[in-house]
C-alpha cells in the first residue's frame, strides 16, 4: 500500500512559481510510475505530467509543456512538479498519483493511476 501526500500549493501572481512535492508516508515509489494531475471546479481531473520509475522519460500535456517541470527523488521517496510562468486557468486542486508497481505508463488517465494524495489547492490570480 502506498500513502502519498502533496505539499507546496498555494497563492500565486500569475507570472510567478510554486513547487509542488509528493512524499510517501508508506511504501516506496521506486518502484511506481509516477503523475501529476489536476481538477478544477465543475471540471473533470485531468492528466498534467507523468515520469518513469527511472526519471529518465517524462510526459506533458501540451499546454504545460515549457512551464512545468516533473522529477523525481527515489532516494528522498518523493516526486516533484516545478510550476514557472502560472497563469490563472492554472488554478486547480492538484494531485500526486502512482501507478502499480513496475507498470509502465507515462501518462494516462486517472483510471489507470492506483493510488493518490489528498491534494493540494493552487491558486493564481490575475
Known amino acids: 500500500q502506498v500513502q502519498l501526500a502533496e505539499s507546496g500549493g498555494g497563492l500565486v501572481q500569475a507570472g510567478g512559481s510554486l513547487r509542488l512535492s509528493c512524499a510517501a508516508s508508506?511504501?516506496?515509489?521506486?518502484?511506481?510510475?509516477m503523475a501529476w494531475f489536476r481538477q478544477a471546479p465543475g471540471k473533470e481531473r485531468e492528466f498534467v505530467a507523468g515520469?518513469?520509475?527511472?526519471?529518465?522519460?517524462?510526459y506533458y500535456v501540451d499546454h504545460v509543456k515549457g512551464r512545468f517541470t516533473i522529477s523525481r527523488d527515489n532516494a528522498k521517496n518523493a516526486v516533484y512538479m516545478q510550476m514557472n510562468s502560472l497563469k490563472p486557468e492554472d488554478s486547480a486542486v492538484y494531485y500526486c498519483?502512482?501507478?502499480?508497481?513496475?507498470?509502465?505508463?507515462?501518462?494516462?488517465?486517472?483510471?489507470?493511476?492506483?493510488?493518490w494524495g489528498q491534494g493540494t489547492q493552487v491558486t493564481v490570480s490575475s
Open positions: 498519483a502512482a501507478a502499480i508497481p513496475l507498470r509502465m505508463i507515462l501518462h494516462g488517465t486517472q483510471y489507470d493511476y492506483d493510488y
Open positions: 508508506e511504501g516506496t515509489l521506486s518502484s511506481s510510475a
Open positions: 515520469i518513469s520509475r527511472s526519471g529518465s522519460s517524462t
